[in-house]
């Protein structure tokens, strides 16, 4: 969770965000229910793994929380709860995707970010952490926003 | 590790990617925002815009599936009274001509390419008989949905890249990540410019006969 205190929405990113759910409630990304509440600047987010994935049937949390000036900014989504094994996830729920941090676009939305996410899942090969996982979760201790690692990305093409 | 300054550090970040932490995805993301943005809603009319600084040429697929329909409708309906056209070129408006029915309208036909103002529709010299009015829906300008806001496109404004989003939108983007949302160009304030969708600027009402080409919807082009 993010260690500064969160500023309420501004009116374009509530307005935006009153869309997207809008959205949501009419077409869900597969896989996913946006559990109801009244915060909008807090999404949880169900996920059911895929089917014929290592992850089929198993059910996830996403914690997705948007910054004031969003969606110029990327929301921080972590896993709460149990996060799935998974080479890209921490055992903090922290997600090591390039479109949560330097990658993402204003034009991306929740629901392209979960349809990532459910992809990242389903072609995982192993269930496992990744390998630095307890120095990484260490260096975290005190309630860092995975916002604020600097992440290194591979090409997985390469 | 030091802190990530937001985004505005994508190049070198990318280009850099070194170690430790793989990258997965971002292409499947990509295409999956792609998705989003240009299919999130089944109305929405879709905009290709070509590459081009100077000349920017809006194609509109829902209008050329509008002219066909109205073809359609047209032979249909107004059948015996063919030799009138009353017709109204605006792009996602309706009752959009086609070639095809230009050429079965009187020879006698005058050509009008004035803009009218709003409410007036050139009538029409080709026959005796008043055509029967079709009367389409008050011409609604363009609607077009902006990819930042996701709300009704103001201020049309086009990159370089040829993505248009709202103007207010578009700067915002570039003052945080010096880019284009869609295809990540980089951008700077100078490399937009505003264009111009809205009834003003269209042609309102055409009369023509065989010696004219009409300008198809595909073939408006709007230069900023
Ligand atoms: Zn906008
Ligand atoms: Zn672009």
Redesign the pocket.
Known sequence: MSSSSPKGLSRIAANRLHKELKEWQVNPPTGFKHKVSDNLQRWIVEVTGAPNTLYENETYYLQVDFPENYPMEAPQVIFTQNPPLHPHIYSNGHICLDILYDSWSPAMTVSSICISILSMLSSSTEKARPVDNDRYVRNCRNGKSPKETRWWFHDDKV | MSRLDTGISLSTARTSRTHSYERRNSLVSESANAREAGGSGNHKVTVDVKDDDDDVQIISPRSVAQARMAKRNRRRAAAPSSTHMDLELSLGSSAVPSRKASTRASRNAVIDLTVGNDDEVVPLALGKRKAPQVSPEPSKDVQLTCAICMDTMKEETS?V???IFCRPCILGAIKSQKK??????K?TNTNIHRIYLSSGTRLRSVSFGCLFKVLEPSDATFVS
């Open positions: 990159t890249c040829g993505h284009c949302p869609t295809c990540r160009r951008l």
